[in-house]
Every structure is written in structure tokens, then in C-alpha cells.
């Protein structure tokens, strides 16, 4: 059946060993269309929750809140390897210190709140055109400057020796692997992550979530609804007919961005406060 017309949000539920963008290359084939796109890229590795927009969908992307996520890791001591992750090849073992779920759980606390931390050769970063990741396989290191992350909150899910699991919310933009890897050093000992699982983002979770390949147009969701609650405003339908030509409106608004809904609760646009307080058409959703 031709499902390019159809357009949507699917919670993808990743699993291990594959690519998000080959999860975006098997959701083009199902639904037999070009325009897929995915909300924060998980690595090869790590399993979780997927934000997948199909056709029109994907123009509310960059709109989407994924300020915070939440992630539960399993970090195996002893062991580093060259990626951080189990993908990696071994570079250093270690003893493992006698641990108490007290000095775990110290460790763990010392995270909370905002730090720097150092991209590793293996993210997606790019400079000077190349992402480091690339410049790794060439087997080069180049020296990252540190970015400013925050720890929401972070526990100790279990400890049976040697692996840690652990939960935690983080900002956008925090590499699991890398505080994985600060957390070993701080127990005594190096450690890479064994297992990632992302769980929610934004305010999304897994319920709902399936495997790609299960996926369905029964399983699209209305993207408007994953819009933030407290920027959305319902039109009349004379402002929607001003809005959809492209024309300002006046609205009783404090908000610099408002995303704009019909009654039926589709997507109109996105609109920015400008001259006079008069809202404009930033970008198009219907």
C-alpha cells in the first residue's frame, strides 16, 4: 500500500546492533517514502527509545524537546576499551577495589549538577569539516574542548562485581560512555559500558515503543502532540486562513514561540513574536 501521504511520530524501540539511520532506511522502505527522519541518534550499541517522523512529521524535528534524557547503563569495571562501549577493542585493565554500595552510590552523587566534560574521538562532532569519529579510524586524537553537561539525577540501579547499573537523566548532548568511563576512574579502576538503554526523552517514555520492524500506519502519531503543551494555541479559523497565507496575527501571548493548532488539533505552523507583538510564520507544519 502507498503510505507516502501518510505522515507521523513512531516510538521505535532500537534494538542492539544496528544504526538509527538504518532504522530510518527500513522505515523509508515500509512506508515507501524518502522523507524519514530520527530525534537524537543512538549508537550501534546502545537500545532504546527512537523518535522516528515519516513524511510531513519531520518538519517538527527541530521543535521536539529532547533537552533531557534518561538512560539506564550497565558499566563493566576493569575493562577499557577504545570506544567506551563493548564495541571497542581493549586498551587497559585494572584491578577492581573493594566497592560498598555506599562508595558506589558517592561516586554516583558526585555527577549531580553541571560539569565539563570532553566529547570522545568517537562522537559525531565535527572539525574542520570531519567528524572525530572519522579521524579515529585514521587513528588520529586532536584535542576537544570540554562541554558544559548536567546531571538531573543519577542512582545506583545494582552492583554485582563487575558491572554497575545505573540510572540516570542527563542533558542533551552528555556521552553515557564518557561519564560511564569517569565513573570507573572514580571508583579506583577503568570500566566501559557493557549496555546503554535509553528509556525516555523529554517527557516521552517507552510505553507505546515497538521494534522497527513491527512498526505499522496504525503506530503514527499525531506530531502535534509531542509538541510542548504550555507553547500551544488553539485558532479560530479566520487566523488559521491568515497564518496558512502567510500573514501575522496578533495573539494574547507572553511567549516568543507559539506553536499554532487547528481545532482538529493538526499542526499549522510555528510562529515567532515580532514587530508590535504580532506573531509570524517561522516555519510551516501543515
Given at each position: 500500500?502507498?503510505?507516502?501521504?501518510?505522515?507521523?511520530?513512531?516510538?521505535?524501540?532500537?534494538?542492539?546492533?544496528?544504526?538509527?539511520?538504518?532504522?530510518?532506511?527500513?522505515?523509508?522502505?515500509?512506508?515507501?517514502?524518502?522523507?524519514?527522519?530520527?530525534?537524537?541518534?543512538?549508537?550501534?550499541?546502545?537500545?532504546?527509545?527512537?523518535?522516528?517522523?515519516?513524511?510531513?512529521?519531520?518538519?517538527?524535528?527541530?521543535?521536539?524537546?529532547?533537552?533531557?534524557?534518561?538512560?539506564?547503563?550497565?558499566?563493566?569495571?576493569?575493562?577499557?576499551?577504545?570506544?567506551?562501549?563493548?564495541?571497542?577493542?581493549?586498551?587497559?585493565?585494572?584491578?577492581?577495589?573493594?566497592?560498598?554500595?555506599?562508595?558506589?552510590?558517592?561516586?554516583?552523587?558526585?555527577?549531580?549538577?553541571?560539569?565539563?566534560?570532553?566529547?570522545?574521538?568517537?562522537?559525531?562532532?565535527?572539525i574542520g569539516g570531519k567528524a572525530l569519529?572519522?579521524?579515529?579510524?585514521?587513528?588520529?586524537?586532536?584535542?576537544?574542548?570540554?562541554?558544559?553537561?548536567?546531571?538531573?539525577?543519577?542512582?545506583?540501579?545494582?552492583?554485582?562485581?563487575?558491572?554497575?547499573?545505573?540510572?540516570?537523566?542527563?542533558?542533551?548532548?552528555?556521552?553515557?560512555?564518557?561519564?560511564?568511563?569517569?565513573?570507573?576512574?572514580?571508583?579506583?579502576?577503568?570500566?566501559?559500558?557493557?549496555s546503554l538503554r535509553r528509556v525516555e526523552?523529554?517527557?516521552?517514555?517507552?510505553?507505546?515503543?515497538?521494534?522497527?520492524?513491527?512498526?505499522?500506519?496504525?503506530?503514527?502519531?499525531?506530531?502535534?502532540?509531542?509538541?510542548?503543551?504550555?507553547?500551544?494555541?488553539?485558532?479560530?479559523?479566520?487566523?488559521?486562513?491568515?497564518?496558512?497565507?502567510?500573514?501575522?496575527?496578533?495573539?494574547?501571548?507572553?511567549?516568543?514561540?507559539?506553536?499554532?493548532?487547528?481545532?482538529?488539533?493538526?499542526?499549522?505552523?510555528?510562529?515567532?513574536?515580532?514587530?508590535?507583538?504580532?506573531?509570524?510564520?517561522?516555519?510551516?507544519?501543515?
Amino acid at each position: 500500500m502507498e503510505t507516502a501521504s501518510l505522515s507521523g511520530i513512531l516510538l521505535v524501540d532500537k534494538a542492539e546492533g544496528v544504526t538509527s539511520r538504518q532504522i530510518d532506511n527500513a522505515i523509508q522502505k515500509a512506508f515507501k517514502t524518502r522523507k524519514v527522519g530520527h530525534l537524537g541518534t543512538l549508537d550501534p550499541f546502545a537500545t532504546g527509545l527512537l523518535l522516528v517522523a515519516v513524511n510531513k512529521a519531520t518538519k517538527y524535528l527541530p521543535f521536539l524537546d529532547d533537552s533531557k534524557k534518561r538512560y539506564v547503563a550497565s558499566l563493566r569495571l576493569g575493562v577499557a576499551t577504545s570506544t567506551g562501549d563493548k564495541d571497542g577493542d581493549v586498551t587497559e585493565e585494572a584491578a577492581i577495589p573493594p566497592l560498598s554500595q555506599g562508595d558506589i552510590e558517592s561516586a554516583l552523587s558526585s555527577f549531580l549538577g553541571e560539569s565539563l566534560q570532553v566529547p570522545p574521538m568517537t562522537s559525531a562532532i565535527k572539525i574542520g569539516g570531519k567528524a572525530l569519529y572519522e579521524l579515529a579510524h585514521e587513528g588520529k586524537e586532536i584535542p576537544r574542548d570540554p562541554r558544559k553537561i548536567t546531571v538531573y539525577e543519577i542512582a545506583l540501579t545494582s552492583y554485582h562485581p563487575p558491572v554497575v547499573v545505573f540510572e540516570a537523566l542527563v542533558s542533551k548532548g552528555t556521552y553515557m560512555r564518557t561519564l560511564g568511563e569517569d565513573l570507573a576512574r572514580k571508583l579506583g579502576t577503568v570500566g566501559h559500558l557493557e549496555s546503554l538503554r535509553r528509556v525516555e526523552v523529554g517527557d516521552i517514555g517507552l510505553d507505546g515503543a515497538k521494534p522497527a520492524e513491527e512498526t505499522t500506519q496504525e503506530d503514527l502519531k499525531n506530531p502535534a502532540d509531542f509538541l510542548p503543551s504550555n507553547a500551544r494555541v488553539i485558532l479560530n479559523k479566520e487566523e488559521e486562513k491568515l497564518v496558512k497565507n502567510g500573514r501575522p496575527i496578533a495573539l494574547s501571548s507572553n511567549k516568543e514561540t507559539l506553536f499554532a493548532l487547528s481545532h482538529s488539533g493538526e499542526g499549522i505552523a510555528v510562529l515567532q513574536k515580532g514587530d508590535r507583538g504580532l506573531y509570524r510564520v517561522l516555519r510551516g507544519l501543515f
